[in-house]
């Protein structure tokens, strides 16, 4: 019997950039078959559509199914202790809940939860839910840039959990790949930074901080007197200047250092866990000496997140490009992840 062969389009539409990434199963196999990134010439709905459809154009993508999704102060993440109870009483008891923790009006936004179940909750009564709201007009904003392209959405998710997403993937495609352990993936992104602590298969924290890729080129602008134009070259390729990009990004990147290092120490303090390694990815953690700086800043196993070197890719796909663009494209594999759990 043939296997079924079934695409999905993981669809990240950032600030700064459009990115895509298309995976194909078929059987138990799962193969990159499409991927792309379009720059935004300004941050409006017009301008997201338009890039989506160039991108569409240019990227040879098999199907118009995507899994596409959000970020930002509209959506909020919240870990909840609950007693235990069935999925309909959850179902029923989660608006009460909310209320307590959304700074918004509960009929002006969409809520979803989901059980994260723990060997700590059931011997104590209590279980953990996660709590995800999004305002309303967000997603339909969202939903409308899709529907320009003429595209189907399958699922809305939230960036965090993209990063390990892709992550899931990979260890289910790759046995030599380690999927245990405390792990944080940190995706810095054009004007914030995602993190998201994942231990034992289970996300157990999520944070955004307002610092990205966009504070790395101003830090250069005003360090070396340039204009915003050429200290994002800078910034991409530093060529003789290396050392003076360094020295202008250092304060930025212990910036956000310091920020994620609040989090892990509140991660660790209230789950007595510790983290094991840290998975970075997005446009900003491409720059000269980031990786470097994290392995001094935590003193933690630090590396690039390549999935593209765990997962099959089509030969009419080039590699080196591929290699060179995956870590802007992390978030759009864990989207398309969704299609290893679809049925």
Avoid at 33 to 43: I, N, Y
Avoid at 97 to 122: H, M, N, T
Avoid at 161 to 176: I, P, Q, R, W, Y
Avoid at 194 to 219: A, K, M, P, Q, Y
């Amino acid at each position: 019997m043939l296997a079924r062969t079934r695409s999905m389009v993981g669809l990240d539409i950032g600030t700064s950039a459009v990115k895509a990434v298309e995976l194909t199963r078929r059987g138990r196999d799962v193969e990159v078959t499409g991927f792309g990134q379009v720059e935004l010439t300004a941050d409006t709905p017009e301008a997201r559509a338009s890039a989506v459809r160039e991108l569409l154009a240019e990227g040879g993508f098999k199907t118009r199914r995507v899994v596409t999704s959000i970020s930002g102060k509209m959506v909020i993440i919240r870990y909840l202790s609950m007693v235990q109870m069935s999925d309909e009483e959850l179902k029923n008891a989660i608006t009460f809940e909310a209320e307590k923790y959304v700074p918004f009006p509960l009929d002006e936004c969409v809520l979803d939860c989901q059980r994260i179940d723990s060997p700590e909750g059931s011997s104590t009564g209590h279980m953990t839910v996660l709590l995800v709201a999004a305002k309303r007009s967000e997603l339909e904003g969202h939903l409308a840039t899709v529907d320009a392209a003429g595209l189907v959405p399958e699922v809305i998710d939230v960036d965090a959990f993209a990063l390990s997403n892709a992550h899931t993937l990979c260890t289910s495609v790759d046995e030599g790949m380690d999927g245990t352990g405390t792990i944080a993936f940190v995706d810095v992104g054009h004007t914030k930074t995602s993190v998201n602590v994942v231990s034992g298969g289970h996300s157990l924290f999520t944070r955004e901080i307002g610092i990205g890729g966009c504070d790395f080129t101003d830090s250069i602008a005003k360090r070396l007197s340039v204009g915003f134009d050429e200290a994002e070259e800078l910034k991409r390729e530093p060529g003789d200047g290396c050392e003076a990009v360094n020295e202008a990004l250092f304060p930025t990147i212990d910036d956000i250092g310091n920020e994620i290092q609040l989090s892990f120490d509140y991660f660790e303090n209230q789950f007595d866990k510790e983290i094991g390694s840290i998975f970075l990815s997005g446009g900003g953690a491409k720059v000269a000496s980031f990786q470097e700086a994290f392995e001094r800043i935590f003193e933690k196993p630090t590396k690039l997140f390549n999935p593209f070197d765990h997962i099959q890719v089509s030969s009419a796909i080039d590699p080196d490009l591929l290699s060179c663009n995956a870590p802007q494209l992390v978030v759009a594999t864990g989207l398309a992840a969704r299609l290893a759990r679809a049925s």
